[in-house]
């Protein structure tokens, strides 16, 4: 038996289900019963019940497309601060892809302390740092636009079910966004009062993340926002 709706807000110690569940991310199990260990939203996927909490910072996964700022610069390639308690390790062969001498040539002119590169997660095992590369479609250095910080785990509730309420962003906006799972969001766009609408959409979707009915909300605050 379940005792919440999905996405219904809860609190540690709270009673989530019983019976035939698994107990997933951020809950407990006892005596056949699963209990909440953090506060935030309540979910399911068939038979395991998870908890996904309203703060916290990012976690790496293998796979996941991160933007993150360039902090430091050694002789084998850089660290990048990705939003999360460890840093990023960015090899030279992972954005050159050629072989580096760094008695002939530095490491800062290819990329320098505070620039900003979209990622992706190659290796990690929490008991090293993780990898990154920006070599592949999409990722690299960053050149222009506007990032805005978001709550990593609110990062699935921007996106949306198969994409949704980011695909409404970018259709009401008219304005690229690109959105790193380490909560980042890159904005892309030649109209300023568009991109700021943007901006105060993903800020608004960070603070009512728990409220059902957003989707519709977003839609009308962006439609507003353009006068009609």
């Known amino acids: 038996m379940r005792m919440f709706e999905r996405r219904q807000l809860v609190t540690p110690g709270e009673l989530l289900a019983e019976g035939d569940y698994i107990a997933g991310e951020n809950t407990y199990k006892e ?21 996904v909490p309203l703060r916290g910072k990012y976690i790496p996964k293998v796979g996941d497309v991160v933007i993150g700022q360039i902090s430091d610069v050694s002789l084998n390639g850089w660290s990048v601060d990705i939003n999360s308690p460890y840093k ?38 929490r ?38 309420m980011i695909n409404i962003l970018k259709r009401e906006t008219g304005c690229e966004i690109v959105v790193g799972q380490n909560g980042r969001i890159l904005i892309l766009g030649k109209n300023p009062k568009k991109v700021e609408l ?18 519709d909300r977003i839609k009308s605050f962006l439609r507003a926002g353009r006068g009609e």
Request: glycine content about 10%; cysteine-free; proline content about 3%.
């Open 31 to 51: 005596d056949n019963k699963i209990y909440s260990q953090k506060l935030g939203l309540v979910d399911f996927d068939d038979k395991k019940v998870f908890v």
């Open 88 to 125: 990023a390790i960015l090899s030279v062969s992972d954005v050159t892809g050629k072989a580096f001498s760094p008695k002939l040539d530095s490491l800062t002119k290819i990329l320098g302390i505070g620039e900003i590169v979209i990622g992706k997660i190659t290796a990690f095992d």
């Open 127 to 164: 008991s090293r740092d993780p990898t990154l590369t920006i070599k592949g479609s999409g990722l690299g250095r960053v050149s222009d636009g506007l990032i805005v910080n978001l709550t990593p785990t609110k990062v699935p509730r921007l996106i949306g079910r198969k994409g949704s």
């Open 198 to 215: 943007a901006v105060k959409a993903i800020k608004m979707i960070e603070e009512q993340a728990h409220i059902s009915g957003l989707t």
